[in-house]
């Protein structure tokens, strides 16, 4: 009497299938990982989310914000730790809008600056540091109004921090 062989040849069959679709993932995954800096002599590509440049809104309604809640905390929306804070001096909603990092740029993402309104000035959570309303002490990033009356935040345009007071 002869014997089916045919769930033998089946089995072999899953396991090489499987055998070649592993294979496959492992040259995908060595591709991406490991091919795609070949073009470019090796050096990482930096990855870069969220705009540079950026219009939180209008800048007589920020004024009007900021005058009656403390400055704005402005999150960094693309996961990064690019976390800014904004603040407008003065009167005039067209004039005296700073934007600066909302932490010293030594300190871990859970430490950041918080508005203390009594004493007019930013304490460090994690430090005690204390910065003026202007964020002098902490990274600082342009700011300008458009032909529309919106504040513009550019991140690429920076200046250098100068040193804290501590408290």
């Not at 969220?50 to 007589?60: I, L, Q, S, T, W």
């Not at 934007?99 to 871990?108: E, I, M």
Request: charged share 20%; with cysteine.
């Amino acid at each position: 009497m002869p014997v089916a062989q045919g769930s033998q040849a089946s089995a072999r069959q899953v396991i090489l299938v499987a055998l070649g679709g592993l294979g496959a993932l492992l040259v995908v995954v060595f591709a991406i990982t490991r091919l795609g800096s070949l073009g470019n002599g090796g050096a990482e590509i930096p990855i870069q989310l969220g705009e540079p440049v950026f219009a939180p809104g209008p800048a007589a309604e920020l004024a009007e914000v900021i005058d009656d809640q403390g400055p704005i905390l402005m999150p960094d929306v693309s996961g990064g730790s690019r976390d800014i804070i904004i603040n407008h001096l003065g009167d005039d909603p067209d004039r005296g809008w700073v934007a600066f990092a909302a932490r010293d740029l030594t300190s871990p993402r859970d430490c950041f600056v918080e508005w203390q309104p009594d004493d007019n000035v930013f304490v460090d959570s994690c430090r005690g540091s204390e910065f003026p309303a202007d964020g002098t002490g902490l990274q600082s990033y342009g700011t300008s109004i458009d032909d529309e009356g919106n504040l513009i935040v550019n991140l690429n345009i920076t200046f250098d921090a100068a040193e804290p007071t501590d408290s």
